[in-house]
């Protein structure tokens, strides 16, 4: 018999605050820098300095950024994106936001990501935009085919919500040349609470989004102060990042080779802890160049082994069910063999920054057990 779940294995995700986090807010809040402000810019800034890049635009949240990326893209009516089936349901949604129709691809079961061969072969005339999605925190790297996808007018979109500070190759995920996307949701990487950031390709993409986040208001608060109008000049919607939220990322930023650390050495002691069990797969997350978001397994009888599990109290989840099987996306449905697989087979552990190497070895002996029962069970 295993001993009870420490509360930690309780949760599947939860943020990590390293205790500066409050201050940074309420230092904020004192000088009333609820909204857009200085702090907002000062945390782009400061991505844009992590990753090497010239620019980053914060907005909402990564949904926001996404919406906002395709939107700058030009991806609109009549264009088709083609997206993993296997992601969270706002990737889709965002797409579906700007009324372009959705190409579901399937995935390679290895590394749960989309690859160059499988992208190609769902190109078309139609096709606008692909939506790679960096699954788990890997990097999804299309370079061997990005002359083809440029001359067939094809934009890279990268949904990296769950990749912040990943590396592909020597380059930090953002840092490659795609229109990259990132969520500091409350459980991603680095979170903001909610946040997201677009890294733009040129400045005039950098343009449209600031525009785009502040509802397409042409003037800033202070130049508006002296006049009786204010001037809209395109399209947008309400996707700033407040500095209260600004304010949580930046701290978090400055503990973030903390947050890498401990992230892939919590993945590895997964690896070490699960080795000896059979018949359990761990889905290998390249963790030398990623930051790991997620620890997920393929095992038999993952439903009953879900169950098991969560009546010990250990927090296990699924990430994700398919999305090309989901109702309100039944219109972009087709058979997406790989994905349909996973989606059954896959078990997401507890992965988080509370979680102690006694959690870890806790989880995997409760693991064991968990498939001795579901095995027994029809
Ligand atoms: C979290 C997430 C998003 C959306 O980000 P939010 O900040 O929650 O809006 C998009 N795609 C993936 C893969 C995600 O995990």
């Not at 605050?17 to 907002?40: C, D, I, K, N, P």
């Not at 620019?55 to 088709?80: I, Q, R």
Request: hydrophobic letters at 40%; proline letters at 6%; glycine letters at 8%.
């Amino acid at each position: 018999m295993t001993n009870p779940p420490k509360p930690d294995a309780r949760r599947n995700a939860s943020p990590y605050l390293y205790g500066q986090e409050a201050a940074a807010v309420a230092r904020v809040l004192e000088a009333g820098q609820y909204g857009h402000s200085s702090v907002t810019e000062e945390f782009e800034h400061r991505i844009a300095d992590f990753l090497g890049v010239p620019d980053a635009v914060a907005v909402a949240s990564g949904t926001a950024a996404l919406h906002a990326a395709l939107l700058a893209a030009g991806v609109g009516p009549g264009n088709e994106v083609i997206v993993p089936s296997m992601t969270f349901c706002a990737t889709v949604q965002a797409i579906l936001a700007v009324g372009a129709t959705v190409r579901f691809v399937d995935i390679d079961p290895a590394t749960m990501c989309v690859n160059d061969r499988l992208v190609m072969e769902a190109v078309s005339d139609t096709t606008a935009a692909v939506v790679p999605v960096l699954f788990g925190g890997r990097a999804v790297d299309l370079t061997p085919v990005q002359g083809e996808l440029d001359e067939r007018g094809v934009v890279v979109i990268e949904d990296a919500a769950h990749a912040f500070g990943s590396r592909n190759g020597a380059r930090r995920v953002g840092a490659t040349g795609a229109l990259t996307c990132f969520s500091f949701g409350p459980i991603k990487n680095l979170t903001c609470g909610q946040g997201g950031m677009v890294i733009p390709r040129t400045p005039a993409e950098a343009d449209t989004i600031r525009r785009l986040r502040l509802l397409g208001v042409a003037q800033s608060q202070s130049e508006r102060a002296n006049t009786t109008t204010y001037r809209v000049d395109s399209f947008g919607l309400r996707y700033q990042l407040s500095g209260i939220n600004a304010a949580i990322g930046l701290a978090q930023l400055d503990r973030f080779a903390t947050t890498e650390d401990t992230r892939r050495s919590l993945w590895r002691t997964y690896r070490e802890a699960l080795a000896p069990l059979d018949g359990v797969t761990l889905v290998d997350v390249d963790v030398d160049h990623t930051v790991p978001h997620l620890c997920q397994v393929r095992l038999p009888h993952r439903d009953q082994v879900f169950a098991e599990l969560r009546a010990r109290g250990i927090g296990v989840g699924v990430h994700y069910p398919p999305n090309h099987l989901q109702p309100a996306f039944a219109a972009w449905r087709r058979t997406l063999p790989a994905t349909e697989q996973a989606g059954v087979e896959i078990l997401s552990l507890p992965f988080h920054q509370h979680l102690t190497e006694t959690d870890i070895e806790h989880v995997a002996s409760a693991l064991g057990t968990a498939l001795h029962i579901g095995q027994r069970l029809p």
